[in-house]
Each structure stands twice: as C-alpha cells, then as structure tokens.
T-cell receptor, first 114, second 113 residues
Framework: DAGVIQSPRHEVTEMGQEVTLRCKPISGHNSLFWYRQTMMRGLELLIYFNNNVPIDDSGMPEDRFSAKMPNASFSTLKIQPSEPRDSAVYFC????????????FGQGTRLTVV | RKEVEQDPGPFNVPEGATVAFNCTYSNSASQSFFWYRQDCRKEPKLLMSVYSSGNEDGRFTAQLNRASQYISLLIRDSKLSDSATYLCVVNRASQGNTGKLIFGQGTTLQVKP
C-alpha cells in the first residue's frame, strides 16, 4: 500500500497568491482529515470528510480556506489569497472512518508564504 | 481550555530511565484513544492504541482512566531512539459512526547517553 500521498512536499509562494494542496488517501478509507501544524498551535484539525462529504469544517480559519473532495481518492485544500501567517506544515490523513480507528498521515506539505 | 491537554516538556532523561507522560481530555463523548509518535520534520505515526484495561507493547505501557478522563504512557528502559514528540489523541464521536481525531500539543522527550 502506498499510504497517504500528498503533493507538493514543499511550496514557497508570495503573499496574495493562490495555493492548492493535494491529497490521495489510502484506498478503501472513507474518512479524510486535513490538519495544520505550527510550533505555536500544534496540530489543528481544519476539516474532515466522511464518504466525500464534509462533516466538520469548524477548524477552517477563515473564508480564504476551502477544501473539496470530489471523489474517494482525491482531496484538495486551497488558500486564496495566501498570507504569511498561513506558513505551516499541512498534513492530510485518512482512516476507515469509525469512531474507534486511528488515522494514517501523509508526509505533509511544508508551506512558506513570503 | 484545549480539548486534549499534555505537558509539553521537554523531558530530558538518561538512557535506561523510565519516563511517564500524562494527558487529560475534556469531552466525555470521546470513544477511543491513541498515542502517536512524531519525529522532527516527519508525519505523526501511530505508536499504540489505548484500551480501558491498559495495554503493553514491549517497553511501552498505556493506561486509560475514563472516570478521570486521563491517559498515560509509560516508557521503560528508554533508548536514544525514543527521542521524539509523543502526541495524545482522542477520537471523539461525530455524526453517525464517524470519529473526529483531536490531538494534544505533544510532549517532547530527549533521551541522553
């Protein structure tokens, strides 16, 4: 199994630009999570999907952030326009979805907004 | 107050020491519990699940106290390779049968020779 695959691994962009992060979950998993990690705030859950439907987006910081899951094997997290304070590592994780199972993480995208 | 709270440390211990980490959670609807390990600049990886009866995996022992909403991780005979950040994770029930994984801030362990 290839595990959760994220792209790009690193992204450097200028303030105001649009950034799109991509994630392919583990085949057969029906829950997908987007997390953001910073030194100050640790790992924060931004949004999660179950069966491609957004279940809880209460962690999305503001309207500049949006996430989609058009099918079971692909999700995107978009930031438009990006700001320097969005600089962080963004992780995607997937699980089989029940309340008793763990999640498996991708390697993350390290985003720097200058 | 954060939903999952951990002492951030760092814990600096010599090789061979026993070290314990604690974690508290605030939401009684939490259904399942885990410890993850995160190495510097890497993704979090599952270390072990935590069961009500307590469970052991080699040098690692996890305990859960639902009444006190408290989780612990004990590492015996610590090795240099145990140096990492340990994340307490709670799977809180959400819509239907889905779960929402909430992470603590993590506790940093440094094992010294």
């Amino acid at each position: 199994d290839a595990g959760v695959i994220q792209s790009p691994r690193h992204e450097v962009t200028e303030m105001g630009q649009e950034v799109t992060l991509r994630c392919k979950p583990i085949s057969g998993h029906n829950s997908l999570f987007w997390y953001r990690q910073t030194m100050m705030r640790g790992l924060e859950l931004l949004i999660y999907f179950n069966n491609n439907v957004p279940i809880d987006d209460s962690g999305m910081p503001e309207d500049r952030f949006s996430a989609k899951m058009p099918n079971a094997s692909f999700s995107t997290l978009k930031i438009q326009p990006s700001e320097p304070r969005d600089s962080a590592v963004y992780f995607c994780a997937s699980s089989s979805g029940s309340r008793y199972t763990e999640a498996f993480f991708g390697q993350g995208t390290r985003l720097t907004v200058v | 107050r954060k939903e999952v709270e951990q002492d951030p440390g760092p814990f600096n211990v010599p090789e061979g020491a026993t070290v314990a980490f604690n974690c508290t959670y605030s939401n009684s609807a939490s259904q399942s519990f885990f410890w993850y390990r995160q190495d510097c600049r890497k993704e979090p990886k599952l270390l072990m699940s935590v069961y009500s009866s307590g469970n052991e995996d080699g040098r690692f022992t996890a305990q859960l106290n639902r009444a006190s909403q408290y989780i612990s991780l004990l590492i015996r005979d610590s090795k240099l390779s145990d140096s990492a950040t340990y994340l307490c994770v709670v799977n809180r029930a959400s819509q239907g049968n889905t779960g929402k994984l909430i992470f603590g801030q993590g506790t940093t362990l440094q094992v010294k020779p």
